[in-house]
């Protein structure tokens, strides 16, 4: 089974700073997908950006990146500039290939400050 | 853009009575999901639902969940006798496929919150 592991459960940030968010994870399988979800005050879940496990190369949405590091099963967030809208919960998230269900991890509550 | 609806967004019920929480998945997505996430917790998988019938479920789900899709568009998930531990946020998502293969990307849902009394 796999597991996924946020070990920040709060974070604060000044606005327009840079801030990393980690995650690990645990899996056997070699083909997989990592998500980074964001959940803002209104509980909804939206997509900040994945990564393809075969994939060398780190994913880039805008402000936010990825630090995907296969061997050491370690996907970190890291948001640039930060806003004050990115004050949100974050949850990383990982999907095999062969099942149907993504597996969460236990968020990281994130906070921008003026 | 492309969106999954869910109706009701809140919905309060007493416990032991039956609730029905309403997904409209994206037109062309074939996979369907429920998800729950109790307050202050982790967002937990509950139930696939593909070709008509459920493909993976977790241990969570179990006989009083069912899920149905009745006329090709809802998407539903039926808690038949509610406990005061199935307060949550339940979500309802969508996908053009499963697993890490090609653009499986879940469009989520912005939830129905349930409370039991």
């Known amino acids: 089974a796999q597991t996924v592991t946020q070990s920040q459960p709060e974070m604060s940030v000044q606005e327009a700073e840079t801030v990393t968010l980690s995650c690990t994870y645990d899996?056997?399988?070699?083909?997989?997908?990592l998500f980074w979800y964001k959940q803002p005050p209104s509980r909804q879940m939206i997509l900040v950006i994945r990564?393809?496990?075969?994939?060398?190369q780190n994913a880039t949405e805008n402000r936010f990146s990825v630090n995907f590091q296969k061997a050491a099963k370690s996907f970190s967030l890291k948001i640039s500039d930060s806003q004050l809208g990115d004050t949100a919960m974050y949850f990383c998230?990982?999907?095999?290939?062969?099942?149907?269900?993504?597996?969460f991890g236990g968020g990281t509550r994130l906070m921008v400050k003026p | 853009e492309p969106e999954v609806t869910q109706t009701p967004s809140h919905q309060v019920t007493q416990m032991g009575q039956e609730v029905i929480l309403r997904c409209v998945p994206i037109?062309?997505?074939?996979?369907f999901y429920w998800y729950r996430q109790i307050l202050g917790q982790k967002v937990e998988f509950l139930v696939s639902?593909?070709?008509?019938?459920?493909?993976?479920k977790s241990e969570i789900f179990d006989d009083q969940f069912s899920v149905e899709r009745p006329d090709g568009s809802n998407f539903t998930l039926k808690i038949r006798s509610t406990k005061l531990e199935d307060s949550a946020m339940y979500f309802c998502?969508?996908?053009?496929?499963?697993?890490?293969?090609?653009?499986?990307?879940?469009?989520f849902g912005a939830g129905s919150r349930l409370t039991v009394l």
């Open positions: 998502a969508s996908s053009t496929r499963t697993g890490a293969s090609g653009a499986n990307v879940l469009t």
């Open positions: 899996t056997s399988e070699s083909n997989y997908y």
């Open positions: 990564q393809e496990a075969y994939k060398q």
């Open positions: 998230a990982f999907i095999g290939n062969a099942g149907n269900m993504l597996t």
């Open positions: 037109s062309n997505h074939l996979y």
């Open positions: 639902f593909y070709n008509n019938e459920i493909s993976e």
